[in-house]
């Protein structure tokens, strides 16, 4: 096995570590308001975040079984949050 680039493990960690950000502003373990009409755009952002960095990953080929689990715990956020947008619509999140 090659040793990996240290931009790809940074990568990696990063893309982990807004996953769990978005966990926790989405949860308001961070900033605990009662109000997600600024922590919820804060999580979408971190979460888009994650998803790229994570794709960057996966387009670059480096580290492709770890990138496709980050691509999927974003993705899921990602769905989840929008489809609470679709089908509850009198929720304020922003």
Known sequence: ???SHPYTTF???SSLCAWLA???LFFEVIRPFRDLEADGPL???CWAM???LALQLW???H???PAAVLLLLHGLCLLACFGLFVLMPP???F
Do not use: E
Request: glycine letters at 12%; a positive charge; proline letters at 4%.
């Open 22 to 24: 978005g966990l926790a």
């Open 50 to 52: 994650g998803f790229m």
């Open 43 to 45: 999580a979408i952002a």
């Open 59 to 61: 387009v670059g080929k």
């Open 1 to 3: 096995m090659l040793p």
């Open 63 to 65: 580290r492709r079984a």
């Open 11 to 13: 990568t990696l960690w």
């Open 91 to 93: 929720i304020r999140l």
